[in-house]
């Protein structure tokens, strides 16, 4: 679904109206799932570092977790959230990202350590008693996953289209 889709028809999450079960928590979980020493792989955490002060200013909001991969113990930290971004490179998404909200896939396969955004709601839904938080991912593309390499050329500008996209995103969220 394309991201101007997705950002006129869906609701934002109400942050602060209840929604978080555990005193103190962040609202919003974001997830940068990649590993900097593949090339565009390191798209996930280039970004949420390059708005490090953005989150930094509404630090009571957002937490942010950088992982390699996604793994069952992430439902801990998905606990009582009113959202959850799941931000991530991949090499089939459309230039520069896509951006789209996610829910529990029932067809999921669970057969690895490393799970998609939908097989980890899926993981939620049948171990917690309450429905998953609003989920959405965030999909920038890459080019090049080589073990090594450096960021590319149109990965780089897709960071940088990407950014923009999230300022907004943030800016949007209602404090």
């Known amino acids: 679904m394309p991201c101007s889709t997705i950002c006129a028809d869906s609701p934002r999450p ?7 079960e555990r005193a103190g928590e962040r609202e919003v979980l974001i997830f940068a799932i990649g590993n900097e020493s593949r090339g565009d792989d390191a798209l996930a955490p280039l970004l949420l570092r390059s708005l490090e002060t953005e989150l930094t200013a509404r630090a009571s909001q957002f937490e942010c977790l950088e992982e390699f991969q996604l793994q069952i113990e992430h439902i801990m930290d998905m606990q009582g959230r009113a959202a959850v971004l799941f931000v991530d490179a991949g090499m089939d ?15 999921a396969m669970l057969y690895s350590h490393a799970l998609t955004p939908a097989a980890l709601l899926k993981v939620y839904a049948q171990c917690e008693p309450t429905p998953p938080p609003e989920a959405f991912v965030l999909c920038i593309r890459g080019e090049s996953f080589e073990l090594g390499e ?23 969220m209602r404090s």
């Not at 109400?14 to 978080?20: A, F, R, Y």
């Open 14 to 20: 109400q942050l602060g109206e209840g929604q978080g």
């Open 93 to 107: 998404t459309p230039a520069p990202f896509d951006f789209y909200r996610v829910q529990a896939d029932d067809s």
């Open 150 to 172: 450096s960021l590319s050329v149109p990965a780089t500008e897709n960071l940088v289209a990407a950014q923009v996209f999230l300022k907004s995103w943030l800016q949007n």
